[in-house]
């Protein structure tokens, strides 16, 4: 038995049960299914079970990483340009800088920020934000 390829099969199988009566039904399904198996099997689809989790708990980490990112940009998204600080402090496109704040999926897997990433938007953003103070006192001067 390919332990992967079977717990694939699970679930996306439990992903259209909508309704719970299919769920119910689903579970004494599985139930049955892990009753059948042998004590080896049973070891290898534990394995991969686990491995799901871990990497279910992975991506879930890094979802809620990409929209408290988003939750801090959204302030200041509408005034500040983020074509700007994609170009001059990354030297990428607004469309790489968008995938990153959306979680976009590239190449297979949800686009974000790299710790460094992340220190140079920070930085690009208290720079921006001194411009700004600078500009407003000095018209404030006027």
Excluded: C
């Amino acid at each position: 038995m390919d332990a992967q390829k079977e717990l694939e099969k699970w679930k996306a199988d439990f992903s259209v049960a909508k309704t719970p009566e299919e769920q119910a039904a689903h579970k004494k399904r599985f139930n049955a299914f892990l009753q059948s198996l042998s004590a080896e099997d049973k070891k290898a689809f534990a394995a991969a079970f686990q491995a799901g989790a871990k990497l279910s708990v992975t991506e879930s980490q890094n979802l809620i990483k990409i929209v408290e990112i988003r939750q801090k940009l959204d302030r200041v998204l509408d005034f500040a340009s983020m074509s700007y600080i994609a170009k001059n402090y990354f030297g990428k496109t607004r469309q790489w800088f968008y995938q990153r704040v959306n979680g976009n999926i590239v190449n297979g897997k949800s686009a974000d920020f790299t710790p460094d990433e992340l220190n140079t938007l920070s930085i690009a953003l208290s720079e921006l934000g001194d411009i700004m103070k600078e500009t407003s006192r000095s018209i404030a001067r006027l």
